[in-house]
Nanobody, 115 residues
Framework: EVKLVESGGGLVQPGGSLRLSCVAS????????MAWARQSSGKAPEWVAS????????FYQDSVKGRFTISRDNAKSTLYLQLSDLKTEDTGVYYC????????RGQGTQVNVSS
């Protein structure tokens, strides 16, 4: 059974930073590309970033390029998303997924960017 557990969200002021983590179990993490998606209230989910199984290449949504960094530690079966220079529009629930399989997501972690 694929299990993904996200953590690291919270309340942060505009311009602040957070580091999200996603611990994976139930599958061979090192063999799969992984991704982060987010869903803001009342909006459809959107892909934020993805990373290949060995860490390269990475892809980012235009709105987060230069501010977010996706990375992974295959030895720890853990996916990360470093969020910097956060904006109010980054507010939402952040999910990690196996590849671009939305159905594989965990429970998500809430990020609130507000002054």
């Amino acid at each position: 059974e694929v299990k993904l557990v996200e953590s690291g969200g919270g309340l942060v002021q505009p311009g602040g930073s957070l580091r999200l983590s996603c611990v994976a179990s139930g599958f061979a993490f090192a063999n799969f590309a992984m991704a982060w998606a987010r869903q803001s209230s009342g909006k459809a989910p959107e892909w934020v970033a993805s990373i290949n199984s060995d860490g390269s290449p990475t892809f980012y949504q235009d709105s987060v390029k230069g501010r977010f960094t996706i990375s992974r530690d295959n030895a720890k079966s853990t996916l990360y998303l470093q969020l910097s220079d956060l904006k109010t529009e980054d507010t939402g629930v952040y999910y990690c997924t196996r590849s671009l399989d939305w159905s594989s997501r965990g429970q998500g972690t809430q990020v609130n960017v507000s002054s």
